[in-house]
């Protein structure tokens, strides 16, 4: 099979991964509203645990995470760790622009540490303990998850781990700060919400 063959599958297959609607599915099966007009307006787990509860928000997290994970099974599959890493790309974007709900979405987080479980899982496990150090710290979901985004790519460059991984951690952890761009306005302004802070306690800015 021809390469731009295997490249277009592994980015249209790891794309319709990352936009099944996790969230939205379960905002509407669970508690009956569009999580597109409540909080926030993101479909991830965040707006979830705020509009929802922890239930919820833990069910989203895990299926989230898995898309990230059968992404990477995907790349693995078309046989290349570059296939992976377009995979593993698609499915970042799929989740935070979604063609099922109007190219919209989460902020792909939970996904991408679903990819970089089943990428480099000590990659994922010291890019999570970055962002409990932030949680520790802030209390401030996003900006722990900014933290995670510059980390990942530099462990992953500090354990040697392939080129394309790097290259995936690299390019994913740029998009997951461009889609935050909201929250870096809102913690800019002192006004992004805290965890257990309900999105109605704090001044509401352009939902993102």
């Known amino acids: ?16 991964l990352g936009s099944i609607p996790t969230g939205y ?50 790349g693995l599959a078309l046989g ?20 099922w709900l109007g190219f919209k979405g989460g902020k792909s987080v939970a996904t991408s540490l679903g990819i970089l479980l089943a ?3 000590p990659v994922a496990l010291a890019t999570f303990g970055v962002w409990l150090l932030g949680i520790a710290l802030t209390r401030i979901v996003s900006f722990s998850s900014l933290l995670a985004a510059v980390a990942a790519p530099l462990l992953m460059w500090a354990t040697a781990q392939p080129l394309p991984y790097r290259v995936f951690a690299l390019a994913g952890g740029i998009y997951v700060i461009g889609a935050h761009r909201r929250n870096i306005e809102r913690l800019l302004a002192g006004s992004e919400p805290r965890l257990g802070q309900k999105w109605a306690q704090s001044p509401q800015f352009p939902t993102s």
Request: proline fraction near 3%.
């Open 1 to 16: 099979m021809p390469a731009w063959l295997l490249a277009f599958l592994a980015a249209l297959g790891g794309y319709l």
């Open 25 to 74: 599915w379960v905002g509407r099966w669970w508690g009956g509203i569009d999580l597109r007009q409540a909080g926030s307006g993101s479909t991830g787990a965040t707006n979830v645990l705020r509009t929802l509860g922890k239930g919820p928000a833990l069910l989203v997290l895990l299926v989230d995470a898995a898309k990230g994970a059968a992404a990477v099974a995907l």
């Open 80 to 99: 290349s760790p570059w296939w992976v890493a377009v995979a593993a790309l698609g499915a970042v974007v799929g989740h935070s622009r979604s063609c």
């Open 119 to 121: 990428m480099a899982w």
